[in-house]
Each structure stands twice: as C-alpha cells, then as structure tokens.
C-alpha cells in the first residue's frame, strides 16, 4: 500500500466573467430558471467571487483561480452561419436568433466545480494527478466549455512528469459529465491514498425515464473517468443520486451533499440506495485501514426544498491547516431558520464539523451556484506544488485582480447588452489584460 505523504487541497476559483448574465438556461436549476431575465452585476459577482477566495487564503487555505471563458464566443456562431466581422457577425446573431447568442454568451464556466474531475497521485496507478474536463453535454451553453478548459488546465499544471490530462468523455445521446460536482473523495488525510465516489443519476443508456426533471451525470461517463484515471477498482465506488433531490431541483449532487477527509456531509435523500452506498463506501475504505464518517441531515429537520434555497450542502467542507473542520457556506443558509438550527445544534455537540462561516454570494447564487460549485478542488504534494508557478493566489494577486474588475465589469448588464458590439470590444480588452496579469500568454480565441 502507497504511504501518505504531504498534501495540500488547493481550490481554483472560477472568476466570474464579464459577461455574467440572468439567461435562465439552465433547466432543472430552480435558482437560474427563477432569475430569467432580471438584470445582473458583473463587477459585484466578480469582486464577491474574489472575496471568497480572499477569505480562503485568511484561513490559512492554498487558493488558485482559474479565468473566465471567451463570451460571446464568436467562433461558434460562425459554426453557426454567421459571417462578417466581429460586428457583423454579433449584430446577425442578436437580431436573427438571440436565444442562441445568449447560450453563447453564458459566463457559467465560473462554477469549475464542473470543470472537470481530478483524481490525486495518491490514487492513480501511475502516481500522477489526473485530469478530465467535463463535456457538460446537458447543456448547450457549457457543452463548450471543455476545450478550453483543457487548454487552461494543461497550461497550469503542464509538467508531464505530475500531471496526466485526458479528453472530455466524448459526449452523444446521454453521455453526460458534469465534472467535480457529482465526485468526492475520502481519505484520513489529503496525501493519504483514498476511495474516490462517482455519483450518478442515470445511465446513458436509459430508456423512457418518467421523471420531472432528468439526471445529467452518466454512469458510463463516471466509469470512463476512473479508467482513465487509472484508480483501483477496490477504491472507487458508484452511487446513483435520488431521483427525489434530482427531481426537487439538486441538479448536481453537490447541492444535497459534500464530502472531506474521513467525512461525508449529506441530506437524508441524496441517494437512491444509501444503504448500499454506504456499505459499498465502508468496503472501500476497510481495504485502506481506515473507517469513513456519515453525517446527515434528516429531511424532517431541513426539507430539500430548503437544503436547495440555502444551498446548505453546496458549501465548502475544508480543514484548515490545524487541524480544524468547518463549513464555508452562503449567507442564504445562515438566513434560513431551519438550516441556522440544525448547524448550531450540530456544532454545539461533539460533532466533526466545528465551525461555519457565511459569505455574501448572491450574484452567482441567483444563478444557481454557490460555494462549492465556483470551485474546482486539487490535491496537489510538494512536489507537484512547486511545479505550478500560474494561476496561484496571494494577497498583492487577489488585489490586481480587483483593480482589473473595478476597471473593466459593469455594475449592470441586461440581456440585450449581448449583442452590443461595444461590449464585446470591453469583455476582449478585459480578457486581453487579464492573460497578462496571470501570465497565461494568448489562450484565448480572439488573441490568436
């Protein structure tokens, strides 16, 4: 058995784009469908995203950022029929179908919990992190996000000796992936092998299913992952999410649960067969000498509708670097009576979790994504550390960074703003810059 070594879990943040908008494209996400249409706040988005991760660093936790997506993507609407210049083709977009131009305009890649899945070097048979982007087939919007967010990934952690970086599952019929929101890890300590958990919510292969709404993660999709990711059969385990969450609106399974160390977080329906889910998990870990911790939350003391509106699952589950585990969570979920309840109880006694701390992230919770979906979680050694020189956080970087927000993001953008071609020329001189200030040299599109 592979001995533990030091490890640290890094998040990279999505920075919140400029583009940040109510489209209500995503469906079975209760909060975006809700928000259609109103008026968004790029620049508070951004500057909350950052004062996250700025809270992040104060806690003692290693904090990376991963940049926004170019939107509008004018390449596919090009693939699309439109031609002309960049004007031309925007204007032709917004006139002839705006619906598309708005799919095409989403700043959704700032939740990087959907990114894709990363596996660390403590589990993979050849001792390296490994890295799929997720293909995010459900949805048109971010069905494009996976290559560049493979290019993004593989500029970062871009030693071969450390780093093993796979294609998106390739995506068809219901061949879904949506990345690090439906995957958890358990292990006594970060460089410590440990027992990865897919969770499913359908099978791509599935016929007639008569639900309300549909599950977006594949099983098939999951499988693939943990075989590219050469993990051990003995140490991986499959679990399908309830139809009931999916069906309430908990359209990724980290919205009804979150895991850390030794420590699962759940609601009582997460799961579709929590017994065998939880045996299967107890097997797994046994065969690495150590014994996993269930915590629910029972639905007769916060319901799903509310675990969904407070986002009390989608919440960060971190130790610091005492030693000490805590909830970073939304303000939504101090707000809410019942989940406020059930955390002081919880924390007053004897249990792991022993402290929560709230943040203000109603832009990106208006749109369906709170804590946990805005980051991308990677455990990374000394060694494969001292490698990734980019895109790590300190505090003069956070600042830049909000300098370049104040400078660049509106304070208020509607639908029809898309197609104006003087925002576009504001996101590029933005995005331009930014590759600067992160030294990511010409990753996107437009620069090339």
Same mark, same amino acid.
């Given at each position: 058995?592979?001995?533990?070594?030091?490890?640290?879990?890094?998040?990279? =943040?999505? &920075?919140?784009? @400029?583009?940040?908008?109510?489209?209500?494209?995503?469906?079975?996400?209760?909060?975006?469908?809700?928000?259609?249409?109103?008026?968004?706040?790029?620049?508070?988005?951004?500057?909350?995203?950052?004062?996250?991760? !700025?809270?992040?660093?104060?806690?003692?936790?290693?904090?990376?950022?991963?940049?926004?997506?170019?939107?509008?993507?004018?390449?596919?609407?090009?693939?699309?029929?439109?031609?002309?210049?960049?004007?031309?083709?925007?204007?032709?977009?917004?006139?002839? =179908?705006?619906? &598309?131009?708005?799919? %095409?305009? /989403?700043?959704?890649?700032?939740?990087?919990?959907?990114?894709? *899945?990363? $596996?660390?070097?403590?589990?993979?048979?050849?001792?390296?992190?490994?890295?799929? @982007?997720?293909?995010?087939?459900?949805?048109?919007?971010?069905?494009?996000?996976?290559?560049?967010?493979?290019?993004?990934?593989?500029? +970062?952690?871009?030693?071969?000796? #450390?780093?093993?970086?796979?294609?998106?599952?390739?995506?068809?019929?219901?061949?879904?992936?949506?990345?690090?929101?439906?995957?958890?890890?358990?292990?006594?300590?970060?460089?410590? @092998?440990?027992?990865?958990?897919?969770? #499913?919510?359908?099978?791509?292969?599935?016929?007639?299913?008569?639900? #309300?709404?549909?599950?977006?993660?594949?099983?098939?999709?999951?499988?693939? +992952?943990?075989?590219?990711? !050469?993990?051990?059969?003995?140490? *991986?385990?499959?679990?399908?999410?309830?139809?009931?969450?999916?069906?309430?609106?908990?359209?990724?399974?980290?919205?009804? /649960?979150? *895991?850390?160390?030794?420590?699962?977080?759940?609601?009582?329906?997460?799961?579709?067969?929590?017994?065998?889910?939880?045996?299967?998990?107890?097997?797994? $870990?046994?065969?690495?000498?150590?014994?996993?911790?269930?915590?629910?939350?029972?639905?007769?003391?916060?319901?799903?509708?509310?675990?969904?509106?407070?986002?009390?699952?989608? /919440?960060?589950?971190?130790?610091?670097?005492?030693?000490?585990?805590?909830?970073? &969570?939304?303000?939504?979920?101090?707000?809410?009576?019942?989940?406020?309840?059930?955390?002081?109880?919880?924390?007053?006694?004897?249990?792991? +979790?022993?402290?929560?701390?709230?943040?203000?992230?109603?832009?990106?919770? !208006?749109?369906?994504?709170?804590?946990? $979906?805005?980051? %991308?979680?990677?455990?990374?050694?000394?060694?494969?550390?001292?490698?990734? /020189?980019? $895109?790590?956080?300190?505090?003069?970087?956070?600042?830049?960074?909000?300098?370049?927000?104040?400078?660049?993001?509106?304070?208020?953008?509607? +639908?029809?703003?898309?197609? =104006?071609?003087?925002?576009?020329?504001?996101?590029?001189?933005?995005?331009?810059?930014? *590759?600067?200030?992160?030294?990511?040299?010409?990753? #996107?599109?437009?620069?090339?």
């Amino acid at each position: 058995m592979r001995s533990a070594v030091k490890a640290f879990e890094y998040n990279f =943040d999505g &920075l919140v784009g @400029p583009t940040h908008n109510y489209g209500g494209l995503a469906i079975g996400n209760l909060a975006s469908m809700g928000n259609s249409g109103t008026i968004s706040n790029p620049r508070a988005a951004a500057l909350q995203g950052l004062q996250k991760m !700025r809270t992040m660093l104060e806690m003692g936790m290693p904090q990376g950022i991963l940049p926004p997506h170019e939107r509008p993507f004018l390449p596919r609407l090009r693939q699309h029929g439109f031609s002309g210049n960049d004007e031309q083709v925007l204007q032709a977009a917004w006139q002839n =179908d705006p619906a &598309l131009l708005c799919n %095409l305009s /989403s700043a959704a890649a700032m939740w990087t919990a959907n990114a894709a *899945t990363v $596996c660390p070097s403590a589990d993979s048979e050849d001792g390296k992190v490994h890295f799929t @982007p997720a293909n995010l087939a459900a949805m048109y919007h971010r069905s494009i996000e996976h290559d560049f967010t493979g290019r993004v990934l593989r500029q +970062i952690f871009g030693d071969e000796k #450390y780093f093993a970086h796979h294609k998106a599952v390739p995506a068809g019929g219901k061949m879904g992936d949506e990345g690090a929101a439906n995957h958890g890890r358990f292990a006594p300590s970060h460089g410590a @092998p440990g027992v990865q958990l897919f969770v #499913y919510g359908r099978s791509a292969f599935e016929k007639g299913l008569d639900v #309300y709404f549909e599950g977006r993660q594949a099983l098939e999709a999951s499988q693939a +992952i943990a075989r590219q990711h !050469r993990l051990a059969p003995s140490q *991986t385990v499959f679990a399908r999410q309830s139809q009931k969450a999916i069906d309430a609106g908990a359209f990724h399974n980290d919205v009804v /649960s979150v *895991t850390n160390g030794r420590v699962l977080f759940y609601h009582q329906h997460s799961f579709e067969n929590t017994e065998q889910c939880f045996a299967d998990i107890r097997r797994a $870990c046994a065969t690495l000498g150590f014994e996993p911790d269930f915590i629910e939350v029972a639905a007769d003391a916060v319901s799903l509708e509310d675990a969904i509106a407070s986002y009390l699952f989608n /919440s960060q589950l971190i130790t610091t670097p005492d030693g000490e585990m805590g909830l970073i &969570l939304p303000q939504e979920a101090h707000d809410n009576p019942r989940t406020k309840t059930w955390l002081d109880a919880h924390m007053a006694g004897n249990g792991p +979790i022993r402290f929560a701390k709230y943040l203000d992230l109603k832009q990106s919770m !208006r749109n369906g994504g709170g804590p946990a $979906c805005l980051r %991308l979680r990677v455990v990374l050694n000394e060694n494969e550390a001292a490698s990734v /020189s980019k $895109c790590v956080l300190d505090e003069a970087l956070i600042s830049h960074l909000e300098q370049w927000v104040e400078k660049h993001y509106r304070d208020r953008l509607e +639908i029809k703003d898309l197609g =104006d071609p003087q925002f576009l020329k504001e996101v590029y001189a933005a995005l331009d810059e930014l *590759t600067n200030i992160l030294s990511l040299g010409a990753i #996107y599109d437009f620069q090339r």
